[in-house]
């Protein structure tokens, strides 16, 4: 079924994925699949040790055969991309947690890509917000903490213009033919957190920019939607 240029691909969830993981989410976004999952710890990094502050941090890999090709795994885990998205899930996670609430505590955020079909590092964070909103109501109800440090919701996706068209939400295809390429990770209450564009094969101009910035608020309701679903496996197209 072909979608419109303003329309997400279709979004499923399954939380509790994994049995023994303290909080995790099956994420699949069209046919990229993100297997999330949150850790919690009592120990902070060496420069916040008797601050009274937490952290969360994130780790991001694929899988060897989540694209097209084989990829090494070694290679992977070090690679420039790798360290840069990582960094990213991180960033966009404190930046709607206080993380002065939390203790001298560590959320570790491991996001592992089963299958590669665009939008990874987008699909990560919109997983990532639910897993840390997961372990922070656990943590709540085993009275570590007595209110919730969360600020505000996260959610990330893709746009841009291919074939001349701006574009939500792009597919592999969808990607590599495109003239403009930008990811968009903004809050529930419409603030941004990071905007990462690029004119691959086109300079745009600031009118493709607004309408670029207007679909991604749109596909970010959309799953900001999904990610405050209460039932363990819920839908949404468009």
């Known amino acids: 079924m072909l979608r419109s240029f303003d329309e997400l691909r279709t979004i499923k969830v399954e939380k509790n994925y994994l049995k023994f993981a303290e909080s995790s989410v099956l994420y699949a976004q069209g046919n990229t699949k993100v297997l999330c999952c949150a850790t919690l710890e009592n120990r902070v990094p060496p420069h916040l040790k008797d601050s009274g502050t937490g952290w969360i941090t994130a780790e991001y890999a694929m899988l060897p055969c989540a694209g097209g090709q084989r990829s090494n795994r070694s290679r992977m885990l070090t690679n420039g991309r790798t360290q840069e998205i990582k960094r990213l899930i991180g960033r966009s996670l404190r930046a709607v947690i206080d993380l002065s609430m939390l203790g001298e505590r560590t959320i570790t955020i491991d996001c592992d890509v089963l299958q590669a079909d665009g939008g990874t590092r987008t699909a990560s964070i919109s997983a990532a917000f639910i897993v840390v909103k997961e372990i922070i109501d656990a943590m709540i109800q085993k009275g570590l903490i007595v209110h919730s440090p969360i600020k505000d919701q996260v959610a990330a996706v893709s746009v841009g213009i291919v074939k001349g068209q701006p574009t939500l939400d792009l597919c592999y295809e969808q990607d590599v033919a495109a003239e403009v390429d930008m990811n968009v990770v903004m809050t529930a209450s419409g603030k941004f957190v990071e905007i990462q564009g ?16 207007e679909l991604a608020k749109k596909g970010i309701k959309g799953i900001i ?13 468009g």
């Open 198 to 213: 690029t004119g691959e094969e086109s300079v745009f101009d600031e009118s493709e920019l607004s309408k670029l910035l």
């Open 225 to 237: 939607k999904v990610q405050n679903e209460g039932e363990e496996n819920c839908y949404v197209r």
